[in-house]
């Protein structure tokens, strides 16, 4: 079992920017390839940054290439989405999940998931 934990998420304006941590326990964080999704009111979970197991390959949405980064500490068993220049359309609330096997931006193939953290973007 994995117990995943997300924080740092609120209200920000629109052009700042937020740093989500999702803490992990519960099973060796190094060998877990790490994900962050998001899902808006009335809409669909979507897939926003993916990492490996060893912190490494990263890949993002197109909606937030350039703007957000992911990054994985497994010395503190830690994943950080770092998110910049942020906009209204990215209110949503935000999870972290972890995958047994390699990293993907399909939600189906992450075993865990932790409870969510919203982030408001005013205009």
């Known amino acids: 079992q994995v117990q995943l934990v997300e924080s740092g998420g609120g209200l920000v304006q629109a052009g700042g920017s937020l740093r989500l941590s999702c803490a992990a326990s519960g099973r060796t964080f190094g060998n877990l390839a790490m994900g962050w999704f998001r899902q808006a009111p009335g809409k669909e979970r979507e897939f926003v940054a993916a990492i490996n197991w060893s912190g490494g390959n990263p890949y993002y949405a197109e909606s937030v290439e350039g703007r957000f980064t992911i990054s994985k500490d497994n010395a503190k068993n830690t994943v950080y989405l770092q998110m910049n220049s942020l906009k209204p359309e990215d209110t949503a609330v935000y999870y972290c999940?972890?995958?047994?096997?390699?990293?993907?931006?399909?939600?189906?193939?992450?075993?865990?998931w932790g409870q969510g953290t919203q982030v408001t973007v005013s205009s």
């Open positions: 999940a972890a995958d047994l096997g390699s990293h993907s931006d399909l939600a189906v193939a992450y075993d865990y």
